[in-house]
């Protein structure tokens, strides 16, 4: 059922409130300020005994996982490494029992990402298996699993259940820093307060809809596309070029910010776009340096950034405003605009939007 929508994919962008809400909402309690661990159900790993975490994944859901190691390296202090799973599985990676081992996959069947968790829990690595589904191999394979919420996704290209594993990711590590006593009481009890307000946020967002799909239209004759950001703004930009890429078949390439000066700046000249994730945060001085650049090699600007932001506006062919809020909010607001971006650009095209070409919902095989 695709709830009135033209596409299972933009439906599941729209679900996006409801998929946040359902993965944070019993496991943040509100009036203590505390995570509920039970909720959490991870009742077979020791998180006071963890010093490292280990996050493996592919796709989508990989990108979740460099996004989310942000925030829990700043709520723990414990070092986190994203693994793609198809390089993790061939490599041998060091993990042993005060490892946390994070499977992370909206089908819970992906092969590889199978196979790497496999690999660290023969080497005694504590593994959780975070998964979309109920009763997958994944889940099966590992010693806990702590469940999105985000409902059955359809559309090949995976929208609704990125956002539900960056709300969990978030929340295993605010369970791991409360466990370990690695931030204040009252800090935590801030974050959460944070977290529970990001589903209203995100329904402000999907109101850009219309105008997106104008601002689209554009740029669907380009032949490729550079999206940038910084901090955790740089996983989300990676996302939108898959996303593009993915969808439209347009070739999209994303960077880090700081990392353009040292390669692909060459690439900028009148009949490059290049997408900027600029919102109000603490890299937002830089990342304006960045676009002043990219300016002045005459390349096209479509940011995203903060509503009301003049400055950005006025260096940028195109802009897309999210509302002002908390870091812990943001990265679910400049997610939405990549994910409704690519999808626009493909329904101008006419590709096919729910099943785009050579791509499988499961990759169960190598
Ligand atoms: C991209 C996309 C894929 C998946 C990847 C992992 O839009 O959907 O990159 O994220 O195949 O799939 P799961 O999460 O099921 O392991």
């Not at 033209?6 to 998929?19: F, N, S, T, V």
């Not at 946390?100 to 996959?105: N, P, Q, T």
């Not at 968790?117 to 994944?138: C, E, L, R």
């Not at 005459?298 to 405003?321: A, H, M, P, Q, Y």
Request: charged share 25%.
């Amino acid at each position: 059922d695709r709830g009135g929508f033209d596409h299972y994919m933009l439906k599941e962008i729209h679900d996006q409130p409801i998929a946040v809400a359902k993965t944070i909402e019993n496991r943040c309690d509100i009036e203590k300020g505390q995570i509920n661990l039970r909720k959490m159900t991870l009742f077979n790993t020791k998180l006071k005994e963890i010093n490292r975490i280990q996050i493996i994944a592919c796709g989508t859901s990989y990108y979740a996982g460099c996004l989310s190691r942000y925030f829990i390296e700043k709520f723990t202090g414990i070092p986190v490494d994203v693994e793609l799973a198809s390089e993790s599985r061939y490599r041998t990676p060091t993990v042993n029992v005060h490892t946390l081992s994070i499977a992370v996959s909206q089908s819970g069947e992906t092969i590889d990402t199978l196979q790497a968790i496999k690999f660290a829990k023969a080497n005694k690595a504590q593994t959780v298996a975070m998964v979309n589904v109920p009763g997958t191999s994944i889940g099966h394979e590992c010693d806990d699993e702590c469940m999105l919420y985000a409902g059955p996704e359809v559309g090949v290209a995976s929208t609704k259940a990125f956002s539900a594993q960056l709300s969990a990711l978030i929340l295993l590590g605010l369970t791991i820093a409360q466990e370990q006593e690695k931030l204040p009481k009252e800090k935590i009890a801030e974050y959460i307060n944070e977290l529970v307000k990001v589903p209203s946020f995100i329904e402000k967002v999907l109101t850009l809809s219309s105008k997106i799909k104008e601002i689209a239209k554009k740029y669907c004759d380009v032949n490729s596309i550079l999206f940038i950001g910084r901090g955790y703004q740089w996983p989300i930009a990676l996302e939108g070029a898959l996303k593009l890429k993915e969808l439209s078949y347009i070739h999209a390439e994303g960077y880090a910010a700081g990392e353009l000066k040292h390669g692909p700046i060459a690439l900028i000249d009148e009949n490059m776009t290049v997408v900027c994730l600029a919102p109000k945060d603490q890299y937002y001085e830089k990342t304006i340096s960045n676009i002043e650049e990219i300016r002045a090699r005459g390349g096209k600007i479509l940011s995203v950034g903060t509503e009301g932001d003049t400055e950005l506006k006025n260096i940028s062919n195109d802009f897309i405003g999210i509302p002002e809020c908390s870091e812990i909010v943001l990265p679910f607001l400049t997610t939405v605009p990549m994910h409704l971006f690519a999808y626009w650009i493909a329904v101008h095209k006419g590709t096919d939007v729910d099943q785009p070409r050579n791509l499988a919902k499961s990759v169960t095989v190598e």
